[in-house]
């Protein structure tokens, strides 16, 4: 039998980074239906889903920037890589039958809808799949703070931060072979510590609002889900 969801509405960030593979940039269109597959099994279970997709894997603003170039039209850039993958995502979702919409904070009606608090509840609460594009609309932001943003506009539960690993670490497990994970950490911890899991402004956003954040590895099939129902391998973040 399944178990109940612990939550009814979660905000899924993925970086674009995710969407990548082991490609060096771009879309794995695969690894793209994988993810997508695992939010439609998530919705499958009731669970309420907004997605913010990160734009890294196509473009950042600082590499304009660190090239002497205009950081804002360099972020612009970046933005828009944002909305390439999620409507890529959009479109693996779609595959699988599930109804999804994607919402830019940057207007282009042409291909998508405008972000607007009032449409991506009512979409929610319709059953849709939410994917939240172009970030916060501003530079000098990142997709991890549109993450902690539209996790409080939607009034969700729980923001999910899917990472290359599954949960926060004392130190990189990749670089450092007894880094130990962490089970559970506050919002201040994160934040005193200093470790890198989303930005700054992100992580004091979520305190502000008491949003936990669920840290855990989005290349594990069935992590996502596994995690709604009370069990997998993850870091909570908490008041
Ligand atoms: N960006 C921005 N404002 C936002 C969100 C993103 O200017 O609110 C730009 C910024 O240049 C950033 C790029 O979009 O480098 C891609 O976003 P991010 O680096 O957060 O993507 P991720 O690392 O999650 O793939």
Same mark, same amino acid.
């Given at each position: 039998?399944?178990?109940?969801?612990?939550? +009814?509405?979660?905000?899924?960030?993925?970086?674009? /980074?995710?969407?990548?593979?082991? *490609?060096?940039? !771009?879309?794995?269109? @695969? %690894?793209?239906?994988?993810?997508?597959?695992?939010? @439609?099994?998530?919705?499958?279970?009731?669970? /309420?889903?907004?997605?913010? %997709?990160?734009?890294? =894997?196509?473009? #950042?603003?600082? $590499?304009?920037?660190?090239? !002497?170039? &205009?950081?804002?039209?360099?972020?612009?850039?970046?933005?828009?890589?944002?909305?390439? =993958?999620?409507?890529?995502? @959009?479109?693996?979702?779609?595959?699988?039958?599930? &109804?999804?919409?994607?919402?830019?904070?940057?207007?282009?009606? /042409?291909?998508?809808?405008?972000?607007? *608090?009032?449409?991506?509840?009512?979409?929610?609460?319709? !059953? #849709?799949?939410?994917?939240?594009?172009?970030?916060?609309? =501003?530079?000098?932001?990142?997709?991890?703070? $549109?993450?902690?943003?539209?996790?409080?506009?939607?009034?969700? *539960?729980?923001?999910?931060? !899917?990472? *290359?690993?599954?949960?926060?670490?004392? $130190?990189?497990? +990749? +670089?450092?072979?007894? $880094?130990?994970?962490?089970?559970?950490?506050?919002?201040? /911890?994160?934040?005193? +510590?200093?470790?890198?899991?989303?930005?700054?402004?992100?992580?004091?956003?979520? #305190?502000? =609002?008491?949003?936990?954040?669920?840290?855990?590895?989005?290349?594990?099939?069935?992590?996502?889900?596994?995690?709604?129902?009370?069990?997998?391998?993850?870091?909570?973040?908490?008041?």
């Amino acid at each position: 039998m399944t178990a109940e969801p612990m939550f +009814k509405r979660v905000l899924l960030k993925a970086s674009g /980074e995710a969407l990548m593979g082991s *490609q060096g940039f !771009g879309i794995d269109v @695969a %690894v793209a239906d994988r993810i997508a597959s695992d939010i @439609a099994d998530a919705r499958r279970m009731g669970v /309420e889903v907004g997605v913010v %997709v990160g734009g890294g =894997n196509i473009f #950042r603003g600082v $590499a304009v920037a660190s090239k !002497g170039g &205009d950081r804002v039209t360099g972020d612009h850039m970046g933005m828009l890589a944002t909305v390439i =993958n999620a409507l890529a995502l @959009a479109t693996s979702l779609r595959k699988l039958g599930i &109804d999804t919409v994607v919402l830019s904070a940057i207007a282009m009606p /042409e291909i998508c809808e405008s972000f607007s *608090q009032r449409a991506a509840s009512h979409h929610l609460s319709q !059953g #849709r799949v939410v994917i939240f594009a172009g970030g916060t609309g =501003n530079p000098f932001f990142t997709t991890d703070s $549109a993450a902690a943003l539209r996790a409080a506009e939607i009034g969700a *539960q729980a923001i999910f931060k !899917g990472t *290359q690993v599954d949960g926060i670490y004392s $130190a990189d497990p +990749k +670089k450092v072979l007894d $880094a130990t994970r962490f089970d559970r950490l506050t919002h201040d /911890e994160v934040l005193q +510590k200093g470790l890198a899991v989303m930005d700054v402004a992100a992580v004091a956003l979520a #305190r502000e =609002n008491h949003i936990p954040i669920v840290v855990f590895s989005i290349h594990e099939k069935g992590g996502f889900c596994d995690i709604l129902q009370g069990g997998g391998r993850m870091t909570i973040v908490t008041d």
